[in-house]
């Protein structure tokens, strides 16, 4: 069974640092681009960032860039998300996504294009 687990999550204050981890399970991933989303209460489901193990292009949505880096570790089928210099607005539940379809540029934000799913960390920052 394929599936997705995040973990790292945590309450953290503004300006600190947290590393999120998502182990992939029950299938090979490499061929897939992986992403990054995260919801704020009361709010849509956003994208934070994407990249394909093969190679190419990693996005990175304009509010997270210069502070976020997306990673992964084929060894250990796992995608990494670095985040520093935390601010509140940061504050968010933040889901792991794999889908295998192709896009190029902000055709990879779309929440559709993912067909699988972590359930999901929590992140908050304090002020």
């Keep these: 069974q394929e599936q997705l687990v995040e973990s790292g999550g945590g ?3 503004a300006g600190g640092s947290l590393r999120l ?8 991933f ?3 681009r992986m992403g990054w989303f995260r919801q704020a209460p009361g709010k849509e489901r956003e994208f934070v960032t994407a990249f394909r193990w093969s190679g190419g292009r990693t996005y990175y949505a304009d509010s997270v860039r210069g502070r976020f880096t997306i990673s992964g570790d084929n060894a250990k089928n796992t ?3 670095q985040m520093n210099s935390l601010k509140p ?6 889901y792991c996504a794999a889908t ?3 896009c190029f540029g902000t055709g ?4 559709d294009l993912y067909d699988q799913w972590g359930q ?3 992140v908050t920052v304090s002020s």
């Design 120 to 122: 999901g960390t929590q």
């Design 89 to 94: 607005e940061d504050t968010a539940v933040y």
């Design 30 to 32: 490499s061929s897939y």
């Design 108 to 111: 990879c934000y779309r929440v």
């Design 11 to 13: 309450l953290v204050q």
């Design 21 to 28: 981890s998502c182990a992939a399970s029950g299938r090979t």
């Design 100 to 102: 295998k379809d192709y």
């Design 79 to 81: 995608v990494y998300l």
